[in-house]
């Protein structure tokens, strides 16, 4: 079967890092996707990884081993408005989203 | 145009009621997705639409029936609901459907049924 798990919640502060992780175990392998969901509206595309290794965006870095099938979502300088719940998601056989139940990121001041 | 629009933003309706939800995207995407998302859960996929045809229906209830007029417009038509649809409805688009291609949201429509 396939199986997605990342934490419930985590708490950081204004301008700090964060890294929010990912593991997936899933029956042949598309990439990995992150979204970002603020409360309320639609998600919003961060990356897709689908070889090994980090990939950096801004703020954002994605990062993937699949060996561990594992990813992380790394946020720096973290601003307020990084308040939101991330969600991981991989692709089955089908190319259809697998969702993970997402993560919701409070940023304190 | 990196857009995906949805009508309306809000509905309310009773469980007789018939209605429809609109979803249109101008990006050329031969895909077009429903999704329904409940309050802290992740999107759940409803219908998949592929070069205009049925590609996905993830066994939901026929009280929705999906429609595709052409490649920029996709509709759910809503009748006899239940209050337990009450719910985000989710339209997505992606350039073909396969590996590897973000899938683009639109706002929302959030469904109160009475």
């Known amino acids: 079967g396939q199986n997605i798990d990342q934490p419930t919640e985590m708490t950081a502060t204004e301008g700090a890092i964060v890294q929010i992780n990912c593991t997936y175990q899933?029956?042949?392998?598309?990439?990995l996707f992150w979204y970002q969901q603020h409360a309320g509206e639609a998600p919003t595309f961060l990356s897709y990884n689908v070889l090994d290794g980090l990939e950096e965006k801004g703020r954002f870095s994605s990062f993937l081993s699949r060996s561990k099938g594992y990813s992380y979502l790394l946020l720096k300088e973290l601003q307020m408005k990084d308040s939101a719940s991330y969600l991981c998601?991989?692709?089955?056989?089908?190319?259809?989203?697998?969702w993970g139940a997402g993560t919701k990121l409070i940023i304190k001041p | 145009d990196t857009e995906v629009t949805q009508t309306p933003k809000h509905l309310v309706m009773g469980m007789t009621n018939k209605k429809s939800l609109k979803c249109e995207q101008h990006m050329g995407h031969r895909a077009m997705y429903w999704y329904k998302q409940k309050a802290k859960k992740p999107p759940e996929l409803m219908f998949v639409y592929s070069y205009e045809k049925l590609s996905i229906n993830e066994s939901v209830p026929s009280r929705f029936s999906p429609e595709c007029p052409n490649s920029s417009l996709l509709n759910l038509h809503l009748h006899a609901l239940q209050p337990e649809d009450s719910a985000l409805y989710l339209c997505?688009?992606?350039?073909?459907?396969?590996?590897?291609?973000?899938?683009?949201f639109g706002p929302g429509t959030r469904l109160t049924v009475l």
């Open positions: 997505a688009s992606s350039q073909d459907g396969t590996s590897g291609n973000e899938q683009f």
């Open positions: 998601a991989v692709p089955d056989s089908n190319y259809q989203l697998i």
């Open positions: 899933t029956s042949g392998f598309n990439g």
